[in-house]
Structure formats: structure tokens, C-alpha cells
């Protein structure tokens, strides 16, 4: 064998183990809780701070399979359709509870509704807590 051929075959087994170690981190990520109550923790901080530095009302809407976000135009609640804020939908088996009836408001001043979310997966339970300018996420007990 050549050089080229060798290369070649190295190049080949590389590309080949690449794809089996990509394979298998895939199939042993599963949708959590925990995964889950961060992003809404993201989004919900990105869309407080977007109404605030947009100087626009945005609201926290809920459907049953999921959440997203809108703002005021014209007197009309509209979907937010940008990546960060638009609806995002829950993996299957897991629920989300708020504490208080969307749409949430959040404030342009900063000055948002306090909310807390419980989102539910099996026994792991996540809370999610927005104050009215920063959002945190702790882990419940299970009862």
C-alpha cells in the first residue's frame, strides 16, 4: 500500500468513528425537566429584556402543548415568529403549570408580573421564578 492509500484509509475510519460517537450521544440525550425549565428561563429573560430595550408590551402566551411569546401592535396581541421568542413546543410527556392565567405582561420598565412555572416530567419537577427583571430555576423535591 501507498502512502495516499493509508491516508485515505485512516481519513475513512475517522469520519467513521466521528459518526458512531455522534450517534450514540444523540440516543442517550433525552428531553429533561432540567433542560427544559433553563430554556424557558432563557426565553422568558430574553423576551423581558427585548421588551424593555424594545420599549414594546410583550406577553408570555400558553398553549397546551407549549409557549410563546407576542407583542402589543396595533392593539393586537401578534406572535413572535424571530427564533429566541417564538412558540416553542413541549417534548411529549412533559407538562408546564404557571402561576398565574397568560397572557403574562411583561413589563416595558422592567417592571414585569412576578410568575413562577412548574414544569413536570415524570418525577422531576423544575420551578421556574421570574421576578419581574430576572428569572431563576431550582429543582423541587418530588412528594
Do not use: C
Not at 440516543?27 to 427585548?50: G, I, M, N, Y
Not at 411583561?106 to 413562577?116: A, R
Request: aromatic letters at 4%; hydrophobic letters at 50%; glycine letters at 12%.
Amino acid at each position: 500500500m501507498t502512502l495516499i492509500e493509508m491516508l485515505i484509509v485512516l481519513a475513512i475510519i475517522g469520519i467513521a468513528a466521528g459518526a458512531v460517537s455522534l450517534g450514540i450521544g444523540a440516543a442517550t440525550r433525552a428531553p429533561s425537566a432540567e433542560a427544559e425549565a433553563h430554556a424557558l428561563a432563557t426565553r422568558l429573560q430574553a423576551a423581558a429584556d427585548d421588551a424593555m430595550l424594545g420599549d414594546r408590551l410583550t406577553a408570555l402566551t400558553v398553549r397546551d402543548n407549549g409557549y410563546g411569546f407576542a407583542t402589543l401592535e396595533g392593539g393586537k396581541w401578534v406572535p413572535r415568529t424571530d427564533d429566541a421568542l417564538a412558540f416553542h413546543r413541549l417534548p411529549g410527556g412533559m407538562l408546564v403549570k404557571f402561576s398565574k392565567r397568560p397572557p403574562i405582561i411583561l413589563g416595558v420598565d422592567g417592571s414585569g408580573e412576578p410568575i413562577s412555572a412548574t414544569i413536570l416530567a415524570g418525577d422531576e419537577r423544575w420551578l421556574v421564578r421570574y421576578d419581574g427583571l430576572t428569572t431563576t430555576t431550582t429543582s423541587v423535591p418530588a412528594a
